[in-house]
């Protein structure tokens, strides 16, 4: 578990990076969490800081995300990410598994806001991995697992087999996703699904049934998305 101190600490190297860019990130993230009501302590908000100092270290080396504007960053990942904790209600025990997870959205920042979550981040690219890998270990955080797979191969162990509480995924799309989940999920699981268009009727809800759908606007004007909710029968 990452100490005050330590954290305080690589804060501290984060501001020596860029005083001003990391002044900035926090205004935009104080701001954004307020736009859209969320409830985010100051150590949670330092800690964003540096995975997204990191992040930007990182992307220059090599290809985490398609996004390279700071604001949009912080803004289409970050805050984006923590969306979901308004239309689900996780609690200690709580497993969640985040497919294709990428650079760790939306995952980490909720592993951030819940650190008693058991997060388990699957990614098949060893880049990318890499990368959670190193983010994880910066920031100390306890109950998150990295796993190099694809969720095809890692849906047919049985070990991975009702174990989650949650699904989550934002970088695929829903036919990528649905056929692989039902086993993983246990009884009354949910997967999350980010969308910017309602789920197409023919995507084949496979054993899923629809229990919510949240419509919301990103901050600073960047545009209208929604979450759906689906639960496993």
């Not at 398609?66 to 949009?72: A, F, L, S, V, Y």
């Not at 650190?115 to 388990?120: A, G, H, I, W, Y």
């Not at 969720?151 to 695929?172: C, E, G, I, M, W």
């Amino acid at each position: 578990m990452l100490t005050q101190i330590a954290l305080d600490r690589l804060i501290s190297l984060a501001y020596m990076f860029h005083v001003e860019r990391a002044t900035w990130w926090r205004d935009l993230l104080v701001a954004g969490v307020s736009e859209l009501e969320l409830h985010v302590s100051d150590k949670v908000i330092s800690q964003l800081i540096v995975y997204a100092t990191e992040l930007t270290l990182w992307n220059r080396k090599i290809n985490l995300t398609g996004i390279t504007d700071t604001k949009e960053i912080i803004v289409k990942h970050f805050l984006d990410s923590l969306v979901c904790t308004k239309a689900v209600r996780l609690r200690s025990n709580d497993a969640l598994l985040d497919v294709g997870s990428g650079a760790g959205f939306p995952g980490l920042p909720v592993k951030i806001l819940y650190p008693e979550v058991e997060l388990t981040l699957l990614e098949p690219s060893g880049k990318k991995t890499a990368f959670l890998h190193h983010v994880i270990g910066t920031l100390g955080l306890e109950g998150a697992l990295v796993v190099s797979k694809r969720v095809q191969d890692f849906s047919q162990d049985p070990v991975n087999h009702s174990k989650y509480t949650y699904a989550t995924s934002r970088a695929l799309s829903a036919a990528e996703v649905l056929p692989f989940i039902p086993p993983l999920l246990a009884q009354e699981g949910q997967l999350i699904l980010w969308r910017t268009q309602p789920l197409e009727a023919n995507s084949g809800f496979c054993g899923f049934s629809t229990v919510k759908e949240m419509i919301y606007r990103l901050p600073f004007g960047y545009g209208e998305r929604r979450i759906v909710i689906l639960e496993k029968q």
